[in-house]
């Protein structure tokens, strides 16, 4: 049912030319975002998320070393091998991006005002200067910017981080995109600032219809908004599964994994903090069969020879040789090693 | 902001009193009697040399010789000239706007070639074009005004026949030397402006702005540009030095009147109250204008800006 969904990603592969030749950054990644959908891309930094939201906008080609195939595509429309004269009028209108840190992704020397205007400045409409000011001002007062004729004014040292990222999103919708790609939007934050940002874009899912691919590494960020999850291992989409199966059983080890590394208070005591031992490979390291396998506490010898083909198990899609005895609760992880660190 | 300007006046006062102290001593060590300047070789006897050494003050200590130059200078008087006997600040008055005029014309130039070709050679990087720019810029640059100044005269005047060899006065008589300043101050802006420009290009805010639809042409223009001319404008104050000392040799290679021919001629004269007032002006231009360049830097960058206002 392809065409029921806003955005398509099929067979996305990323690669990066280096001196010694080519390294895939990102393999065969397919994953559907239906209307109105929040779903969750999570992993490990470096398992390559932030380079397939990139690859969505198309804003890859800019880096003569990267290669992007495969197929992305939006309400319809093929976006892969589009110039980038016609990626731009996706970019912003259909297809947004808020980032990891909303003052960098702000131009030092320049008015926020202006940089949210530039965001609406596109189609060709031709208003008075008092009027954009007012409709800067009204999106500025969406997002939760108290006194927005002030903040226009300044610039993004002046603001918050908290602030920054709310002009962040205020520039997202600026176009009225129908997607919101939105890189570890709350990373950089305060605790408390980063549950206000969250449930903005919850919100604005709600009144909108706005559709959102949030990438993160934070676990707890992914169980409060997902409606699905997609779990990112060295490139390869390793989990795909609806947020409410996921978080109760979790099919693939690494998937399980995340969800142990989250630090309880109730459970853990310090130095028992469960976090997956070892790092996510590099690309030109990648390890045969599973790529997990090294870190993984079930695997079998197969898993180093074989890479595993994903299966699909009732409303969940993996990629492990054991996903059958996960989920039928026949292994269990981590517990019985010994504490980590 | 007029924080920063009394900070700089403060820093910059003892500079150049530190200068004049230098130039006033300099010239005295330097062989050479002033006497003869003043008589014009003329046959003349003693009583008449001690006369003109008690009217000039020269019999002082040599302290209180520069302790008087200094009250003086601060008033605005710098003396008569050993070699015209008319005030100096009359003649320096004459032949100043012309020099102006070439430092001005000088600093458009390398305003114009250093930022432009450094915009091209970063737009158009790691191909011929910006292969021979930044070749190009590093010659100009190691090139003395000696050197590219009669090689300009020859290509330009000789056989192009588009500007005249030299003298003073109108507009095309001031491109050859202007552009002979340009080509040595321009060289290291124009790798500045490329090398900080593709340091912006990396930066998360390029990226932002082409995710939000923003022209790419606009992203180079009013980001990119506008970002990486804030080093620019530092080394900008920093090269100054350059261009004036270039004005003077500019003056002296294309036959131009000015300060700098006067200055040269105030040296070998001995001609000490018309050095001393030269070097002087224009070490307090080079403060004047550092300070602009300063207050400029802060209107660039809005994050200076803040850290002046608290
Ligand atoms: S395939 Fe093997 S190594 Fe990979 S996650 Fe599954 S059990 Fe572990």
Redesign the interface.
């Known amino acids: 049912m392809p065409d029921e969904q806003l955005l398509s990603v099929r067979d996305l592969r990323i690669s990066y030319r280096t001196g010694t030749g080519e390294a895939d950054l990102v393999r065969a990644a397919s994953f559907d975002v239906a209307p109105g959908e929040i779903v969750c891309l999570v992993g490990e930094s470096g398992s390559g998320k932030t380079l397939t939201g990139r690859a969505i906008l198309g804003l890859l080609h800019h880096n003569d070393r990267m290669r992007v195939s495969g197929s992305v595509v939006f309400g319809g429309r093929e976006l892969t091998g589009l110039p980038d004269r016609s990626l731009r009028t996706v970019r912003g209108s259909q297809i947004a991006m808020i980032f990891q840190d909303p003052v960098a992704a702000l131009d030092p020397v320049v008015r926020v005002g202006e940089q949210v205007a530039e965001a609406m400045a596109r189609r060709g409409r031709r208003r008075g200067r008092s009027r954009v000011s007012g409709e800067i001002a009204d999106l500025l007062r969406r997002v939760g910017i108290t006194d927005p004729e002030l903040r226009m004014r300044q610039f993004p040292h002046e603001i918050s981080g908290g602030m920054c990222q709310r002009i962040g999103i205020a520039i997202a919708l600026a176009g009225d995109p129908g997607l919101l790609v939105a890189d570890e939007p709350t990373t950089a934050l305060d605790v408390t600032i980063q549950a206000q940002v969250l449930d903005l874009i919850a919100e604005l899912r709600r009144e909108r219809g706005l559709s959102v691919l949030l990438i993160t590494h934070d676990m707890g960020v992914a169980a409060r908004m997902a409606d699905r999850i997609l779990v990112m291992y060295a490139g390869s989409i390793v989990e795909e599964a609806p947020a409410a199966d996921f978080f109760v059983h979790a099919a693939h080890p690494y998937g399980l994994g995340l969800i142990r590394a989250v630090p309880r208070i109730d459970i853990d005591r310090p130095g028992r903090l469960s976090a997956i031992p070892g790092a996510v490979p590099e690309a030109r390291n990648r390890p045969p069969g599973c790529a997990f396998h090294p870190r993984c506490p079930v695997r079998l010898d197969l898993c180093a020879e074989e890479e595993p083909a994903p299966l699909r198990l009732g409303g969940q899609l993996v990629a492990c040789h054991r996903a059958a005895d996960m989920l039928t609760g026949r292994l269990s992880l981590w517990d019985s090693e010994a504490p980590v660190g | 902001m007029l924080g920063v300007v009394v900070r700089r006046v403060a820093i910059g006062v003892p500079v150049i009193i530190g200068v004049s102290a230098i130039i006033f001593f300099v010239l005295r060590v330097l062989p050479g009697n002033p006497v003869q300047v003043i008589t014009q070789g003329a046959p003349t006897t003693p009583g008449e040399r001690h006369d003109i050494i008690v009217e000039f003050g020269l019999n002082k200590p040599i302290f209180s010789q520069y302790l008087s130059f200094l009250g003086n200078a601060v008033r605005g008087r710098f003396g008569i000239s050993f070699a015209t006997r008319q005030p100096v600040m009359g003649e320096i008055g004459s032949q100043a706007m012309a020099t102006v005029e070439l430092a001005v014309a000088a600093m458009l130039m390398t305003v114009l070639l250093g930022v432009g070709l450094g915009v091209v050679s970063a737009l158009l990087r790691d191909t011929w074009v910006d292969a021979t720019i930044r070749a190009l810029s590093l010659l100009g640059s190691s090139m003395p005004i000696i050197w590219t100044g009669p090689l300009l005269i020859l290509i330009f005047s000789f056989t192009l026949r588009l500007f005249p060899a030299n003298g003073s006065g109108t507009l095309s008589e001031l491109v050859l030397p202007a552009l002979s300043i340009a080509l040595v101050t321009s060289g290291v802006i124009i790798r500045l402006v490329r090398s900080s420009m593709l340091e912006v290009l990396g930066?998360?805010?390029v990226?932002?702005?082409?995710?939000?639809?923003?022209?790419?042409a606009?992203i180079w223009l009013?980001?990119i540009l506008?970002?990486a001319l804030?080093p620019a404008v530092t080394l900008l104050g920093v090269q100054l030095g350059g261009l004036l000392s270039g004005a003077v040799i500019a003056e002296t290679v294309f036959g131009r009147q000015g300060l700098g021919s006067l200055l040269v001629n105030g040296i070998d004269e001995k001609d000490y109250p018309m050095v001393q007032a030269i070097v002087l002006i224009v070490a307090t231009a080079y403060v004047a204008i550092n300070i602009v360049v300063d207050v400029s830097y802060a209107y660039?960058?809005?994050?200076v800006r803040?850290q002046l206002a608290r």
């Open positions: 930066l998360e805010f990226t932002a702005l082409r995710a939000k639809g923003v022209p790419e606009w009013r980001h506008r970002n804030v660039l960058d809005p994050r803040t």
